[in-house]
């Protein structure tokens, strides 16, 4: 296929950095890698930011930020038209069922294709999806996830299109294989940087990043935490993200009297660099979540463990490269976080066995590869229909 000329349009992007924009910057440099042009669209949300940057060699413009209302969505067109009339694309990418979505569908013409991706987080769903969200997946040329779960709960409303899954191409350092002096030297930076972030050479360390919503897992994990606690004094949980149930999980630490070992210290742009640092990963959720961190954990070698489900029994083989735990299962989680800190000869073969799984199963070509693949089909479709 010849090289593409594509836009990603998304209400945030660097340096925000919540785990859909991550994965989002992740797909703009795979798709780039793959030989493809890509542009990237968001939101200037301050006036000293500049309308132009540049993002690993990736052109990135930044649109006035649009007021609320219900009139946003127009204006949000409008500006994007106006850029459309300056450069033609083959094919749109945006982000959530919000105006980004909306504008795309509304500032293109027949032969340019709109790729619609939505993810855990539902960008523009405020509540519960509708009947406007249907509408806004069926002006697009296809729909996209990440995540079975979001795929499937698309399938259950009515008139909704097929939404297809295509995992995140997770980008490896394969130059780098975990080492406890690069492990040291990034806890020394972190203690260095902030107080809170203060980590001892040899301090028990558990890390976990997802989304702060219902089924998250996060409670059952704090629940767990005095367990930990009693073998592990000294051990601390940094609780990364955010969501609408964080000031429930903040409370829950307050109250367990446990504000002394875990922290909730929001989003990081380097987050492969905390991973490192990390003794372990831990992906607690209840209900199958696209789990983003959990892959970023991997790929960098973090030893994991993760709730099971069929999601990350589809690749995480419990005792060789991660371990599985029951859902909902406060004390076995205690148990093999205890266990994870106890053994420390496994930590590096883990790690190089996870990174090898998730260089086998979420290559950054094979998600390039499956988005142009929508894209041609898109057109044949088009051409087809104009004939």
């Known amino acids: 296929m010849r090289p593409q000329d594509l836009l990603i ?26 030989g493809h042009r890509v542009t990237v669209a968001t939101i200037k949300w301050s006036r000293d930011w500049s309308d132009h940057i540049r993002f690993h060699d990736i052109p990135v413009i930044r649109f006035t930020r649009p007021l609320t209302g219900p009139w946003s969505s127009f204006r949000y067109a409008r500006s994007l038209a106006k850029h459309l009339a300056l450069k033609n694309y083959d094919g749109l990418i945006a982000s959530g069922l919000g105006d980004e979505a909306i504008a795309a569908s509304r500032s293109t013409d027949d032969m340019t294709a709109v790729v619609v991706r939505i993810d855990d987080a539902l960008e523009g769903v ?63 930076a972190l203690s260095f940087a902030h107080p809170v972030l203060k980590i001892e050479p040899d301090q028990p360390l558990a890390v976990s990043c997802v989304r702060m919503s219902v089924g998250c897992g996060l409670s059952e994990l704090v629940q767990s ?20 149930q964080a000031g429930a999980i903040w409370q829950q630490i307050i109250r367990l009297d446990l504000a002394h070992s875990v922290i909730m210290p929001g989003f990081f742009d380097e987050l492969e660099d905390l991973l490192i640092a990390a003794d372990m990963y831990v992906h607690p959720c209840q209900e199958i979540q696209s789990g983003e961190g959990l892959l970023r954990a991997m790929a960098v070698g973090t030893p994991v463990i993760a709730t099971a489900d069929d999601w990350t029994a589809s690749f995480l083989n419990s005792g060789n490269n991660g371990l599985l735990v029951p859902a909902g299962d406060s004390a076995c989680l205690a148990d093999s976080m205890i266990r994870r800190l106890t053994d420390h000869d496994d930590r590096l073969k883990i790690g190089i066995r996870a990174m090898k799984t998730i260089a086998n199963l979420f290559r950054p070509t094979d998600q390039a590869d499956k988005y142009l693949e929508l894209f041609a089909s898109s057109t044949r479709e088009t051409i087809a229909a104009a004939k």
């Open 126 to 188: 405020a509540g519960q999806l509708h009947r406007k969200h249907v509408e806004t997946c069926l002006s697009a040329d296809a729909v996209v996830t990440n995540s079975l779960a979001v795929a499937r709960r698309m399938a259950g409303l009515e008139q909704m299109p097929s939404v297809a899954v295509i995992p995140d191409g997770i980008r490896i350092r394969t130059n780098q294989f975990p080492s406890n002096a690069n492990r040291l030297g990034i806890r020394a």
């Open 225 to 244: 935490w005095p367990q930990v606690l009693a073998r592990f004094p000294a051990a601390r949980l940094w609780l990364m993200g955010d969501g609408p």
């Open 9 to 34: 349009v998304t209400r945030r992007f660097w340096p925000h950095c919540g785990l859909t924009d991550m994965a989002l910057a992740d797909l703009a440099q795979n798709l780039k890698d793959a």
